[in-house]
């Protein structure tokens, strides 16, 4: 009688899963499908999802509208430079918060923990005051800077350096190893699959960014990808099929970074201590 519950329970969270997989990647499919029709047959009813001529030109037709190649360098360097800087900092004040003691550790990290209860959209105007004193308006850097520092970032490379033996540490020590070279050879390649795993948080973050570049940029050769994907939305009518090009394109690098970063995605938030 068990096993035949057991089988029962595990028939319905099987059914349940396939059923919640679908959900989540029908919007993706139906997308690159959009991508492909022309602009009649993407509003077609009853809708086809396999396009009956694949139409690559939807892809060409961006450029009507925005520079889109350009954007997507701009939001490649943006992304790639500010997912850099923040692993760096986010690795450094995790280990000192995990491994140095100090006078006032807890209390520090207590309030640095505090400023993730503080939207975005409340810091944007003091943040856009600052950088306008500081000429950093209309910048690459202006876009870059907000986005190194990530209190979630520190939080989750913590918890996981809380859990790396000390005793490593202390033998490293007894080696002759100063806390910078400790950092660099053992703490960082322990942490490996944490870092992965917020290098893919914050990627997607600085990559679908919208409101900092629309606020600290009005200068079209600053223009990230979000923003030009938000000009082919028109005010009377869109053209989808021309709108799920663009979104296929804004798609690709996201994936790639996850294709790359997947087999430590997992690892990274069960030793990182999230649940």
Known sequence: MTNKATLWKNAASHIVL???????????????????????????????????????????????YFPIF???????????????????????????????????????????????????????????????????????????????FSAYGTFLLRQHMIGIPNALMEAAFIDGAGYFQIFRKLILPLSKPVLATLLIFSFMSSWNNFLWPLIITSDSNLMTLPLGLSKLQGRWATEWNILMAGNVVSFIPIFIVYLFAQKHFIKGITMSGIK
Request: hydrophobic share 60%.
């Open 18 to 64: 396939t059923i919640t997989s679908i959900a989540l990647v029908f919007p993706f499919v139906w997308m690159l499908s959009g991508a492909f029709k022309d602009s009649l047959e993407v509003v077609q009813m009853p809708p086809k999802w396999i396009p009956s001529q694949f139409n690559f030109d939807n892809f060409l037709e961006i450029e009507k």
């Open 70 to 148: 350009h954007s997507l360098w701009n939001s490649v360097a943006v992304a790639v430079i500010s997912t850099g800087l923040q692993l760096l900092f986010c690795a450094m004040s995790a280990f000192v918060f995990a491994k140095i003691n100090f006078k006032g550790r807890e209390a520090l990290f207590f309030l640095f923990l505090i400023t993730l209860m503080i939207p975005m959209q409340v810091t944007m105007t003091p943040l856009f005051i600052i950088f306008q004193k500081l000429h950093l308006v209309n910048t690459m850097a202006g876009l870059i800077l907000p986005g190194i």
